[in-house]
């Protein structure tokens, strides 16, 4: 009984470290993704087209919902499929 109390509490304490740090990175300013956004605009791009090339290159969805972007990274967790999360910090944000 204790081992079944020591597991579900780790994998409590481990949902709540991975969601906290998902509302944290998003509530930083600064948001690498918005501002290469900003970039292509300034260069001349339409806001729509530059949305949908910064979805594509990072293969995100700028402007999804709150909940759709927790389940992903959440599922991303579940699934061991770090590549999208570790890709993200690679990419150079500068011509």
């Known amino acids: ?23 944290l990175i998003r509530l930083i300013p600064g948001n690498p993704i918005i501002m290469q956004l900003n970039q292509f605009v300034q260069q001349g791009m339409t806001y729509e087209a530059a949305l949908r090339k910064v ?24 699934t061991a499929s770090w590549v999208s999360l570790c890709y993200f910090q690679t990419q150079r944000f500068s011509n």
């Open 1 to 23: 009984m204790a081992l079944v109390k020591r597991v579900l509490l780790m994998l409590f304490l481990i949902w709540l470290t991975v969601t906290a740090t998902f509302f």
């Open 55 to 78: 979805n594509a290159m990072y293969n995100i969805k700028v402007n999804a919902p709150l909940s759709y972007s927790t389940s992903n990274t959440l599922g991303d967790y579940v």
